[in-house]
Nanobody, 115 residues
């Protein structure tokens, strides 16, 4: 079965960096686009970034120039490099894949940006 497992979250100060990872299994990873979403307390889950199987990327406006999504198809892993973090980036970050019209989500990893 499809599984997505995020890691790499934590507590950082404003301006610092974090790299999130999402390890995928149960499907042919290299064929599918992978997304990152986030959800802050009291807010709806929102789209952050996408990378296609071919490596094309897309970002939400609020992370352009600060976040970079990448993937390693040999490791079945997608990454989110987050630089110049702001307090408003505080959220639970989720990995997402749509495989055969079914949506799959990881359990999420908490990112807290605070001084």
């Amino acid at each position: 079965q499809v599984q997505l497992v995020e890691s790499g979250g934590g507590l950082v100060q404003p301006g610092e960096s974090l790299r999130l990872s999402c390890a995928a299994s149960g499907f042919i990873f290299r064929l599918y686009a992978m997304d990152w979403y986030r959800q802050a307390p009291g807010n709806q889950r929102e789209y952050v970034a996408r990378i296609t199987g071919g490596g094309s990327t897309n970002y939400a406006d609020f992370v352009k120039g600060r976040f970079t999504i990448s993937r390693d198809n040999a490791k079945n892993t997608v990454y989110l490099q987050m630089n110049t973090l702001k307090p408003e980036d505080t959220a639970v970050y989720y990995c997402h894949a749509r495989v055969e019209i079914q949506d799959y989500w990881g359990q999420g990893t908490q990112v807290t940006v605070s001084s």
